[in-house]
Every structure is written in structure tokens, then in C-alpha cells.
């Protein structure tokens, strides 16, 4: 996963023919600082907003907080570290570290695309099978706990091989493959397959169904406010989550294709720009970490004003009630002693002004309805 600058795994080149003039590692450090600053900063916040508001506390939004600490570890620990090894050609940071270094992105991204996985599936129970029982906060802890240990099995012979060699000039941080001829190419596209092919297609074939279910057809003579609020927070729900899942494809998928031409012809290694193709589409890989705190707040409200009260000492940054609303534990109230009031976007603008409670409220249509909403 982090070979040398010359896209080989190989310690066999001892000349560094990848010689860079400053100018042009001045604006690749400048575009590799600038991925790490967003990802780590922007999912953080993610994190706390989630963490710190109890109406946040959703099955959606635990696999996002995975999604989103998954995201802020890989930046953190492997963006630059990554830049400098691929453009300098000499590993500086010892033996434990190349270990860790080579380990880790596979797992921060089996971890990051199978929870969106887990959220394309848990969407599907929820919009195509509504009736039946939802994840708890247990199972979803457990998916999770699921999720980061297939990651560390997949990602552990990276770790068991990785290893360092000193030669005159350049020390390495290589995969010391048993079958060096072989066994990378093929451990690439295994993990291509599992942590790409695979997930992408699960996740194209659920939101393909989901999709149909919710733009393709409505309730026939259901126009009530109720239900058209709940499938409009529906969709935008599912419309958020097709933007992250094609976002994260699209940064990987050079990645991979680069790989993997590399690993049919190993000829283009030395092919006099291959460098700046391999700095490029590690960026672009890299960059992935980055997107996902900017689409929550483009496309959700609740984490749109979770932003805001974090940057709410900004001079340009006004936290509105509504904004304060959509923050607060208030999504249900008592009405009756058999039922529940939800209160919808119409309803908390209400209370806003009026300050009444539960002046609008409906009946709640079912758990699996009102989970919905809170994705």
C-alpha cells in the first residue's frame, strides 16, 4: 500500500533517478498539507458532533463516526509521511514505523468503505423493510469491532513482511515478499477486489433499489405533511450517503488502475514521469479523507449547525434557533400516554417562534420511520 517513489516494492535501485527541483516539492508539500489539515481538523468535528449531541446518536451516525475516525487516522499517521517517502526516496523513520506504515492504510480503508457498506445496508432495512427490527447500539458496536478486526486480517501480512534494508546511499521500507515475482501483485488485487470491487458493487446494487424505491414510486393518495417530510429527509439521507460512496470511488480509482498497470508491465517504473503520476493519484487518494466533513455539512442540516457552533466565534458564522433546534434532544416528545409526538422541520420552525410545545406534533408512524429521520 505505500511502496517507494518509484512504485516498486523492490530495494534493488540504489540510485535516486526521482530527483525533484524545491519548487516542486514546495507545491506538492503544500497540497499534501492541505489534505491532512481538512481531513484531521474536518473529522474531528464530525466526531464531536456526533458524540457531543444525543439526537446524533443514530446507527447512521456511529458508522460515520467510524467512517470519520477511520478517515482522520490515515491522514494523521500516513499522508505526509507517505508525500516525503515518495518524493525523497529514503525512508527516515525506522524499522517499527515501516512496519505500521505499510500495515495501517489498508485497514483505515477496509474500515472506512465497509461502514459505508454497513450504512448502504442498514438504509436499505430501513426504507425497503421497514417492520422489521432495526440494529441496536450493541450490534452496530459489534459490526464495528467486525469490521476493524477483518481489516487487521487483511492487512496483517503487510505488517508480518514489511522491513527495512540500509544500502550504500538509501535505506528502503519495503513488503520483503516471500515470492517477490508474485505474491504483490496478486496481494493487490485481492485487496483491490475486497476493499473496492466488492463494496462498491453491494453499495451500487442496495442504493440501485433503494433509489427506485423512493424516486420511482410514492404512496398513491399519501400526500399528507408527514409523510412527504419523512421521505424528503429520506432521501436526502440516501442522496448524502451516493455522494460519499461515488466520492470515495472516484479518489481510489486511479489508485488501483495505477497498480495494477504497474504490476502488468513493470517497465513504466522507470518510465522518466512516473513520479509525478504516482504523487498525483496518492493525492488523489489521500484527498478522499478530506471530502466527507465538507458533504455533511453541504448536505445535512444537523451537521450544518454542528459546524456552526463550532465556528460560531467566527464573525461571518450566525448560529440561528433553527440551527440551535435541530441540535437539541427534542425529537420526541409525550403527547398521549400510548403515543408520541415527532416533530417535523414545519414543527421546530414553529416552535421557534411561538415557543409551543407540541403544537403541531403527528403521531409517529412506526420506530422505523422516525429512524429514518435521524440519519
Not at 26 to 35: D, E, K, P, R
Not at 191 to 216: D, E
Amino acid at each position: 500500500m505505500a511502496p517507494g517513489p518509484d512504485g516498486s516494492n523492490s530495494s534493488r535501485v540504489l540510485a535516486n533517478q526521482f530527483v525533484q527541483p524545491a519548487w516542486r516539492i514546495a507545491l506538492w508539500s503544500m497540497a499534501y498539507i492541505t489534505v491532512l489539515a481538512v481531513a484531521v481538523f474536518g473529522n474531528l468535528i464530525v466526531i464531536w458532533i456526533i458524540l457531543a449531541q444525543k439526537r446524533m446518536r443514530t446507527v447512521t451516525n456511529y458508522f460515520l463516526l467510524n467512517l470519520a475516525f477511520s478517515d482522520a487516522s490515515m491522514a494523521a499517521f500516513n499522508t505526509l509521511i507517505n508525500f516525503i517517502y515518495a518524493a525523497h526516496g529514503e525512508w527516515y523513520f525506522g524499522e517499527v514505523y515501516c512496519k505500521f506504515h505499510n500495515f495501517f492504510p489498508v485497514t483505515a480503508v477496509f474500515a472506512s468503505i465497509y461502514s459505508m457498506t454497513a450504512i448502504a445496508l442498514d438504509r436499505y432495512m430501513a426504507i425497503i423493510h421497514p417492520l422489521k427490527p432495526r440494529l441496536s447500539a450493541k450490534a452496530t458496536i459489534g459490526i464495528i469491532f467486525c469490521i476493524w478486526s477483518l481489516a487487521v486480517v487483511l492487512a496483517f501480512p503487510l505488517c508480518y513482511f514489511s522491513t527495512t534494508r540500509i544500502l550504500p546511499g538509501r535505506t528502503f521500507c519495503y513488503v520483503a515478499w516471500p515470492r517477490v515475482a508474485d505474491d504483490p501483485f496478486m496481494y493487490h488485487i485481492i485487496v483491490t477486489v475486497l476493499v473496492y470491487v466488492l463494496p462498491l458493487a453491494v453499495m451500487g446494487v442496495t442504493y440501485t433499489i433503494i433509489g427506485v424505491s423512493l424516486w420511482g414510486s410514492e404512496v398513491p393518495g399519501d400526500s399528507s405533511e408527514n409523510y412527504q417530510a419523512q421521505l424528503a429527509a429520506k432521501r436526502k439521507v440516501v442522496k448524502m450517503m451516493i455522494i460519499v460512496v461515488v466520492t470515495f470511488a472516484l479518489c481510489w480509482l486511479p489508485y488501483h488502475v495505477y497498480f495494477i498497470l504497474t504490476g502488468l508491465n513493470k517497465r513504466l517504473v522507470k518510465w522518466k514521469y512516473i513520479q509525478q503520476v504516482y504523487l498525483s493519484v496518492l493525492w488523489l487518494a489521500m484527498s478522499s479523507t478530506m471530502y466527507n466533513p465538507i458533504i455533511y455539512c453541504c448536505l445535512n442540516g444537523r451537521f450544518r449547525a454542528g459546524f456552526k457552533q463550532v465556528f460560531r466565534w467566527c464573525p461571518f458564522v450566525r448560529m440561528s434557533s433553527y440551527d440551535e433546534l435541530e441540535l437539541q434532544n427534542t425529537r420526541l416528545r409525550p403527547c398521549h400516554q400510548s403515543s408520541m409526538c415527532t416533530l417535523t422541520r414545519v414543527d421546530t420552525s414553529i416552535l421557534s417562534k411561538n415557543k409551543s410545545i407540541c403544537s403541531r406534533g403527528n403521531r409517529s408512524k412506526g420506530n422505523s420511520e422516525q429512524n429514518d429521520k435521524d440519519g
